[in-house]
């Protein structure tokens, strides 16, 4: 696909001529290549393909991964993980049982605790919060690094700013995030100028600063052909101190894991494309969330090769060991319990969780099941005869822990695994049938009503960037990803806010995340 070809789809996507539901696809026609040995494996002990005999309900099995054309026009998206040899060996021999997977309340009791550290409980105001997470060692380092790259790049005469001026400059882009002006300038402009703004840091003062902001030293960034480079180096120490600071906060029993994008139109190497983003193009981040929106730990995205190079040691592949990167700071055996999508989900991860004592629920792709699951096909379950809300349910036991996987009709084939609940006990939802025109019953399997319910963490947070959000324009690509890391600790902080003002039990007020309460010069100010 070309680039007009691209360019043309996104337009018809925008018009609503084309829905994004139809450009996704079920998987079940996609060829699936498993790693060489495995694939190798699967040769050796198939005899149907050896003999050349037809047996297409074998193909049917295959992975959900995006359609065709989106994989050519966005390359990077890699939404396929290999499973690794061995697992795929055990899930072969799964015994599948069409029974009912026994939901217990006493089995997900959380045995941890939610009370929030003393150093946090005794924060008063929203801008006490944030500085809990951009603390003043953590700005005198941004300092003394944005000096050395000023005397980097001009030795005769190096513009130095102060730890007081870098809290200015920080005021003046969280204003910026509420109050939208047609450019920066506009801010300092004589018949409409921001008054809050142009009396904080004159507007020379604030480019120059933009310009020499930096956070790592550059002497220490290794080559491209090092073992050990990091593509991220520009945003290491931010990226570290901050997932320090993030996971600090006391940890939730319900946590759920998705993806972010952070927006941008600046060219490089590692925008995604995501289709199913409100913000389709920009860098992707991998985001551990609670159900009130507060992000505990984030990855982002730096290329399949950076990806691979982290340690597997449990076999589980990139994607699998990414959600353990995400979980080990989650304590064990207090049965937490994560919710993810199908991009993610496996049953040899699902396993290794429930082994450590942290329930799981996720979306599935059906082909991840092993061969000899008995679940319906998509041609199935899409039939005009299967009445909608229809289910099947089945449960295996993989090394050793219980498992169920459900199948629900509704506008699609729906597949979910879990370790913790089933269909039981099975309740209704409303939905719309186009046919009579009007809104329906039909019946909804219990964790299909725990996915809904808890999936939404990442997708909170999200309707909260989306609102207020830093629009600094910059040609540096790791600016802007610094600018959504500011926004994600902004939002953190107003979430944290509320969580203690609950439970100190005070009277709310209905907040916005933007009324984050910052200083400018010496005056301390309420946006």
Not at 140 to 148: L, M, Y
Not at 402 to 410: A, C, E, G, H, P
Not at 464 to 478: D, E, V
């Amino acid at each position: 696909m070309d680039e007009q070809q691209i360019e043309d789809m996104l337009r018809r996507l925008e018009n609503g001529d084309i829905s994004e539901d139809d450009l996704e696809s079920d998987g079940e026609n996609i060829p699936y290549n498993p790693y060489l040995g495995a694939l190798a494996a699967e040769l050796e002990d198939d005899e149907d393909v050896l003999t050349g005999q037809d047996n297409s309900e074998d193909f049917l099995d295959q992975p959900l991964i995006q359609d065709e054309q989106l994989v050519q026009c966005a390359q990077s998206l890699e939404r396929v993980e290999a499973q690794p040899t061995e697992s795929l060996m055990n899930l072969r021999n799964l015994l599948w049982r069409k029974q009912s997977f026994l939901f217990d309340e006493n089995n997900i009791k959380f045995g941890g605790s939610e009370e929030l550290p003393s150093s946090i409980m005794k924060l008063q105001s929203p801008y006490q919060f944030f500085i809990y997470f951009f603390t003043n060692p953590f700005m005198e380092n941004i300092v003394t690094e944005s000096a050395r790259y000023a005397v980097q790049k001009q030795p005769d005469r190096p513009e130095i700013f102060t730890e007081g001026e870098l809290r200015k400059y920080f005021d003046i882009l969280i204003f910026m995030s509420v109050y939208h002006y047609p450019s920066t300038r506009s801010y300092w402009s004589n018949k409409f100028s921001f008054s809050p703004i142009k009396e904080a840091m004159p507007i020379n003062k604030f480019e120059k600063m933009r310009k020499l902001l930096h956070f790592n030293n550059n002497d220490d960034h290794l080559p491209v052909d090092h073992v050990q480079h990091d593509r991220l180096h520009n945003l290491r120490p931010i990226i570290t101190h901050l997932n320090e600071k993030f996971s600090s906060v006391t940890i939730e029993q319900r946590l759920s894991i998705d993806e972010q994008m952070c927006a941008t139109k600046v060219g490089h190497f590692l925008k995604q494309y995501l289709p199913n983003k409100p913000q389709k193009w920009g860098f992707k981040l991998f985001v551990l969330c609670n159900l009130s929106g507060f992000a505990y730990r984030f990855i982002i995205y730096s290329g399949k090769e950076a990806n691979e190079g982290s340690s597997n040691s449990q076999n589980l592949g990139v994607v699998g060991q990414t959600v353990m990167n995400f979980l080990s700071v989650v304590p064990r055996q207090r049965n937490h319990i994560v919710y993810f999508d199908n991009y993610y989900t496996s049953l040899p991860l699902m396993c290794i969780l429930a082994k450590q004592g942290i329930h799981s629920l996720g979306t599935i792709q059906r082909n991840r099941l092993g061969k000899t699951c008995k679940l319906p096909t998509k041609q199935d379950v899409m039939k005009s005869s299967i009445p909608r809300g229809s289910y099947e349910e089945y449960v295996t036991n993989f090394e050793g822990i219980d498992m169920t996987t459900v199948s629900w009709k509704d506008n699609k084939q729906v597949v979910l695994a879990s370790t913790y609940v089933g269909a039981c006990p099975v309740g209704n939802i409303e939905r719309f049938d186009k046919k009579e025109k009007k809104r329906i019953l039909i019946t909804c399997p219990k964790l299909i009503r725990e996915y809904n319910m808890h999936m939404g963490g990442v997708d909170l947070m999200d309707s909260f960037l989306g609102r207020n959000r830093i629009r600094m324009k910059s040609r540096k690509w790791y600016m802007r990803i610094f600018y959504h890391l500011l926004d994600l600790t902004v939002i953190n902080s107003w979430v944290l806010y509320k969580k203690v003002e609950e439970k100190k039990r005070k009277p709310q007020t209905n907040h916005d995340p933007c009324r984050l309460s910052i200083r400018v010069g010496r005056n301390s100010l309420q946006i």
